[in-house]
């Protein structure tokens, strides 16, 4: 299986400034690479899908960019509703795998 | 518009199965994949398997093999997860969500916890 590992695994920043999230994968994946949120209590919401399309709906403020094992996902200016986890997916090969996720707060 | 609308809480005793349901609205059910996923409070979340609607063919995670079973009804829009030989180890929250390629997963059910308890 391929791992999937994020970092940091939790993340304090302020209102207003830019955020990079990490995710590498112990194989090349080939792009297929999505970005998910989630809120507490709520199902995930897809952001960005292989590697650097931006979902319908998702503030251009989200992106992603990567290629090979490493993959980022960038806000480029964080507001307080982008208070979530966030996990990275590969869909390359079976069995789809996520990372271990990275938990956003507001400084 | 989309919707993914999963069925109610369930409280099952051990060695007990249960079936979830996703009942879906708004797109063309019987050509689509569904997706079925596994995510203990906190923790992060596990792909279990994929069924086409078309055809009502799968695919498993191997860690769930023996453990979840995926249909769908098409005539009902719905797609079903059956879960065998409950243990605790199984409580968790279960999602169902659409996977439309290229995008992946786009939709997604609102969750379902699955508590095993005695």
């Known amino acids: 299986d391929i791992q999937m590992t994020q970092s940091p695994s939790f993340l304090s920043a302020s209102v207003g400034e830019r955020v990079t999230l990490s995710c590498k994968a112990s194989?090349?994946?080939?792009?297929?690479l999505d970005w998910y949120q989630q809120k507490l209590g709520e199902a995930p919401k897809l952001l960005i899908y292989n590697t650097n399309n931006l979902h319908t709906g998702i503030p251009s403020r989200f992106s992603g960019s990567g290629s090979g094992t490493d993959y980022t996902l960038t806000i480029s200016s964080l507001q307080p509703e982008d208070v979530a986890t966030y996990f990275c997916?590969?869909?390359?090969?079976?069995?789809?795998?996520f990372g271990s996720g990275t938990k956003l707060e507001i400084k | 518009q989309v919707k993914l609308q999963q069925s109610g809480a369930e409280l099952v005793k051990p060695g007990a199965s249960v079936k979830l349901s996703c009942k879906t609205s708004?797109?063309?059910?019987?050509?689509?994949?569904m997706s079925w996923f596994k995510q203990i409070p906190g923790q992060s979340i596990e792909w279990i398997g994929m069924?086409?609607?078309?055809?009502?063919?799968?695919g498993y995670n191997q860690k769930f093999k023996g453990k979840a079973t995926l249909t769908v009804d098409t005539s009902s829009s719905t797609a079903y997860m059956d879960l065998s030989s409950l243990t605790t180890e199984d409580s968790a929250v279960y999602f169902c969500?659409?996977?439309?390629?290229?995008?992946?997963?786009?939709?997604w059910g609102q969750g379902v916890m699955v508590t095993v308890s005695s």
């Open positions: 194989q090349n994946i080939n792009k297929y």
């Open positions: 969500a659409r996977n439309e390629q290229p995008r992946g997963f786009d939709y």
């Open positions: 708004g797109y063309t059910f019987s050509t689509s994949y």
């Open positions: 997916l590969q869909r390359n090969s079976w069995p789809l795998t």
């Open positions: 069924i086409y609607a078309g055809d009502g063919g799968t």
